[in-house]
């Protein structure tokens, strides 16, 4: 629609995002989660949100900008509460693994079916930056986490590590194919737990497998 094509002619560009802004942002993030992304406009944003279109201009361009800004913060909130949990004590490689996936699965939780789609179609600059650095990231940690798992003697020590990694990506970029894993069929968050248990038992070592299967129990017991 015109509106999101907007350019606020008050000023060049947007501010930089202050305290309101990232609020506006998580609160977007939650219209979008929800409703999707194609069908909302920056007025359905803006009366969602209890501010003027006005507001929202001081902050965003357009709606490309907005949802290029929304991914960004999301990323940024994303890898930080991933860091808070691998930094905590008294955890092995597969206990932090459990703990990520458990974060992951967590704000995958209520996302609507066609976001992926909807990014892909019509944000594909924003969409295409936001994966890029997500496999970046997700690649990293893996690698951390399986030398790590090789070190404490839980996972193989004949892991080819950038490979796997690498598989580790193509998995989790598998899980928002809605053609592969329809919505109405496949639960976002058995599908994470699904690569969990899949990738540990391909790595684990004997002490690995026996840990897993002991954990498993333990957490489905307090569940």
């Known amino acids: 629609m015109a509106e999101d094509n907007h350019i606020s002619m ?22 979008f989660w929800k409703l999707g992304i194609k069908s909302v406009t920056m007025d359905d944003v803006a009366t969602r949100l209890g501010i003027s279109k006005k507001t929202l201009y001081q902050y965003v361009s357009d709606k490309n900008d ?23 004590e008294k955890q092995n ?13 967590g704000h995958m939780q209520g996302i609507h079916p066609s976001i992926h789609f909807d990014l892909e ?10 994966l890029s650095n ?20 839980l996972y193989r020590d004949d892991l080819n590590i950038p490979m796997i990694a690498t598989i580790y990506i193509a998995r989790f970029d598998m899980v928002f194919d809605g053609a592969l894993f329809p919505p109405e069929q496949f639960s976002m968050d058995d599908l994470h737990w699904e690569i969990f248990r899949y990738h540990v038992r391909g790595i684990a070592s004997k002490k690995g497998l026996d840990y897993l299967e002991k954990k498993m129990t333990k957490e489905r017991v307090n569940a």
């Open 10 to 31: 008050d000023r060049p560009g947007a501010e930089p995002m202050d305290k309101r802004g990232h609020r506006i942002l998580e609160e977007t993030a939650k219209v």
């Open 134 to 153: 997500k496999r970046r990231e997700i690649f990293s940690c893996m690698s951390e986490n399986m030398a790590r798992g090789i070190t404490e003697g």
């Open 66 to 88: 907005l949802v290029d800004r929304v991914l960004k913060h999301l990323s940024v909130c994303y890898k930080c509460d991933i860091d808070a949990v691998r930094a905590k």
């Open 93 to 105: 490689a597969i206990d932090e693994l459990y703990a990520i996936t458990t974060t992951v699965s």
């Open 121 to 130: 179609k019509y944000h594909p600059a924003a969409f295409h930056n936001m």
